[in-house]
Structure formats: structure tokens, C-alpha cells
């Protein structure tokens, strides 16, 4: 299904901006403090809808194979 490859590449960039942000803010932690902790705080939301996304689209199939057998 086309659409758990694309909530699996929101959760790719989620995670890619989180771990982006952290390192910034590891590397000088207070170069822009509150900037960097609004962006990963971004990141886990996008990634939560992502994950919902995807258990929403697991479930819907399995109703629709549940129908159709």
C-alpha cells in the first residue's frame, strides 16, 4: 500500500529533524536553545501523526480483508 510508504518516510524525516536538532543543540547548546527545542518538539508531533497514520491504514486493511474473506 502507497500510503504506509509514505507515512514510513514522514517517520524517516521526523526522525532525521529530531536527531538533526539534537545535535545542534549538543554541539552549542545555546546557540538558538528555544528554536532547536521547538523543532524537535515539530519533529515527535509529525512523527506521532505518522505512526497514527500508518496503524490507522494496518487496521483498515485488516477490516477490509476481514470483509472480503
Known sequence: MQ???IAAA???NA???FDTGARRTAAAPLAD?????VERLQAKT????NAAVA???DDMTGTLLDILA
Open 3 to 5: 500510503i504506509l510508504s
Open 10 to 12: 514522514g517517520m524517516t
Open 15 to 17: 526522525q532525521t529533524r
Open 33 to 37: 536553545l528555544a528554536g532547536e527545542t
Open 46 to 49: 509529525a512523527l506521532d501523526a
Open 55 to 57: 496503524r490507522t491504514a
